[in-house]
């Protein structure tokens, strides 16, 4: 697929973190680029619009990062899911690969690294 047919999620409870990485995402030209603000969000949004990559905050209200992403594996084992922390435990990383996640990031997240993680996932479907 090419990045154009690429859909994409981004999860994060902070409005300014989300609003700047959905800009930065539409603006590689993506077919959509859905927002959740919260953990339980982005489980309902996951399973209506099915994206191709998901961005996930871990420190959420109503439901973490990681219990999202096991709820998300759940519902659909092929989920593309990149955790995002700017609590970089390790504990954290080991929670995230255990809960299924694709990739985990370091935040402040660069463009370099999310347009990367995307056109992999645009050349692996």
Not at 39 to 65: L, W
Request: net charge negative; with cysteine.
């Amino acid at each position: 697929m090419t990045i154009n047919e690429v859909t994409v999620m981004v999860c994060d409870d902070s409005m300014f973190a989300r609003k700047k990485l959905t800009n930065y995402i539409l603006s590689l030209g993506v077919k959509a680029c859905y927002e959740a603000e919260d953990g339980e969000k982005a489980v309902d949004n996951y399973k209506e619009y099915k994206p191709n990559i998901v961005f996930m905050d871990i420190v959420m209200p109503k439901k973490t990062g990681i219990d999202a992403v096991k709820e998300i594996i759940g519902f659909d084992p092929d989920a593309k899911i990149v955790m995002a922390s700017s609590v970089g435990t390790q504990n954290h990383l080991k929670d995230a690969i255990n809960a299924g996640a694709f990739e985990f990031l370091q935040k402040p997240i660069s463009n370099e690294q999310v347009q990367k993680l995307i056109e992999t996932v645009a050349e692996g479907e």
